[in-house]
């Protein structure tokens, strides 16, 4: 018997003959195990799908906002750093390479970069270490601890622009509150706002907020078992050395995780020394307080270069996470953890 297949006669194929019998036992079983393969993976997949999508639905919304505010428009101004656009020649964006990076690190943003990094030494060990010891202050048991905490932990919760005024009242030259208790003393007025003096007016008035860590330290401070304090007691030891054996050594990943956040946000300081300055938003501050966030928010707003500005903040995106790994392995030699391992 043949086969009609378009017109053409075929002989038809005989699986017995070609392969034998029980070879085409064989190949038959052999096709049926695939079949069953394929369809168990589909249902593998179809089950794994089903575990994974109430997932996936509850963070959907994130996810959204994500990409649509924060990952996209990442990528998009990454891609305007390497061209000429100025904020309104959309329609004629022309690459330019690495001309704009070239001119930040040339121009005066590095020195700008300078000023930051320094106000950031000073600022982030004292802020670090005086929220560390008011937590340490108010962990104990007295009369009103409560409200003390809350005193402390008010400077974290004003707005930025409500501080920077309050504090450009109390650096006046005239009637400031500070320059009225040093006339107390018979001492001369000073001028907190001038080119002496301004940094060090800055880096007070951040100092004063560095009981926004409270609440954290706080925290840590109540994770540590009391029983480690009864041991050394009963081994003789201080309270100093108390202090330096048993609460610091387990309160250090407490204090590298604020470590952390104090060098990312030092670094982007903006609002305080525009403000304390007494200008406007579009206004630049005094030298000694023209800071390298400052610098790229005046490039971007004030003289529309945007391209210049966008690469200014990839400079500092990239110089925040070389120091943020930095700090990060340094961490394996001051940073105890309980577990082994971590």
Not at 124 to 146: D, E, H, Q, S, Y
Not at 192 to 197: I, K, N, R, S
Request: glycine share 10%.
């Amino acid at each position: 018997m043949h086969y009609s297949v378009y017109g053409r006669r075929h002989r038809p194929f005989d699986v017995c003959a070609v392969y034998g019998e029980k070879g085409s036992e064989a190949l038959v079983g052999t096709m049926a195990y695939s079949g069953k393969t394929k369809t168990a993976s589909r249902t593998v997949r179809r089950s794994r799908f089903k575990k994974y999508l109430p997932f996936y639905l509850f963070i959907s919304p994130w996810l959204i906002v994500f990409l649509a505010l924060g990952l996209i428009p990442l990528l998009w101004g990454l891609y305007l750093s390497f061209t000429n656009y100025d904020g309104f020649n959309f329609n004629s964006v022309q690459w330019i390479g690495m001309s704009n990076y070239v001119q930040v690190f040339r121009g005066g943003a590095m020195a700008a970069l300078g000023r930051t990094i320094l106000i950031t030494v000073i600022n982030v060990p004292l802020g670090t270490a005086i929220g560390f010891m008011l937590a340490v202050l108010l962990n104990t048991k007295v009369k009103g601890v409560a409200i003390y905490r809350t005193i402390f932990y008010l400077p974290a919760v004003f707005p930025v622009v409500a501080t920077g005024l309050m504090w450009s009242a109390i650096y006046a030259d005239q009637g400031g509150m500070l320059n009225e208790f040093l006339s107390i003393f018979g001492l001369r007025p000073i001028n907190w706002l001038g080119y002496t003096w301004a940094p060090t007016a800055l880096i007070l008035m951040l100092l004063w907020g560095s009981g926004g860590a409270l609440l954290i330290y706080l925290a840590g401070l109540k994770g540590v078992p009391q029983s480690l304090y009864e041991s050394a007691a009963i081994d003789g030891a201080t309270p100093a050395q108390r202090f330096f054996h048993v609460t610091v050594p387990l309160m250090t990943p407490v204090i590298f995780f604020n470590l952390v956040l104090g060098i990312i946000g030092s670094l982007q300081i903006l609002l305080q020394p525009i403000i304390i300055s007494g200008g406007s938003l579009t206004t630049a501050p005094i030298m000694p307080i023209y800071l390298y966030m400052v610098d790229a928010w005046l490039q971007i707003f004030s003289l529309g270069r945007f391209s210049y500005g966008l690469a200014m903040l990839w400079v500092l995106f990239v110089i925040v996470l070389l120091l943020t790994l930095v700090v990060f392995a340094t961490s394996k030699y001051w940073v105890y953890y309980e577990a082994p391992g971590e």
